[in-house]
């Protein structure tokens, strides 16, 4: 695990940052990606204090020659990427029938083709040397349902089966494809988790009854992405509390 090159789409907030974390520790070289536009200096630099030495990458997801410049310029400075964390996303909030066109291909494009813009950038090099592992982050909306984001949540359920039909495909490569369901206290749930309307309401969803913070969840995407894992794919793993216990 020392020797391999970790690359985690929305590496620098939230639980990607904290799988960021995790990785380094557990001996990966690892690179975050952020957007085209995002100074990534200070964000390197206050993780740097804290004990961590991470790479960046800027690039958009959803634009394929974006996607492939950016992994392209990874595997030339750091080698071929062997652990692709699908992390990346965005909320455009709006109820379905005030939702414009451009909200709802503003998610997708992010969520849903920029997770297949990515594994297409390295399972060329996944098939030839028979190994790698993906984690897609996807959502309890994407399992439940959600209001006001039926973008986010029709991205996130796409995500469940891109997951499932890339496990599928990529067995015989011994490519490991997986899924996580997190429930963590980040700025993407920060209006659940603070306006009184969907607090109350939310937390009586999760049988554990709190919010994990992202810390906690962060093992869950190292297993995935560890030889302990090796036998471990097409799944969908919930690190959510019990919400989506069904």
Known sequence: MAKRIAYVTGGMGGIGTAICQRLHKDGFTVVAGCGPTRDFT?????????GYTFHASAGNVGDWNSTVAAFDKVKAEHGPVSVLVNNAGITRTAML?????????QVLAVHLSGSFNCLQAVV?????????????????????????QINYGSAKAGLIGFTKSAARELARYNIIVNCV??????????????DERFKTRTLERIPLGRWAEPEELAPVWVFLASEGASYVTGQLIGADGGMSIH
Do not use: F, V, Y
Request: without cysteine; glycine residues 12%.
């Open 124 to 148: 060329g090099g996944m098939m030839e040397r028979q190994r790698g592992w993906i984690i897609n982050t996807i959502s309890t909306a994407g399992i439940l349902g959600t209001i006001g």
């Open 42 to 50: 200070k964000w390197i630099d206050e993780q740097k204090t804290l």
């Open 97 to 105: 029938h005030k939702m414009t066109q451009h909200q709802w291909d």
């Open 181 to 194: 369901a997190p429930g963590a206290a980040t700025p993407m749930t920060e209006t659940i988790r603070t």
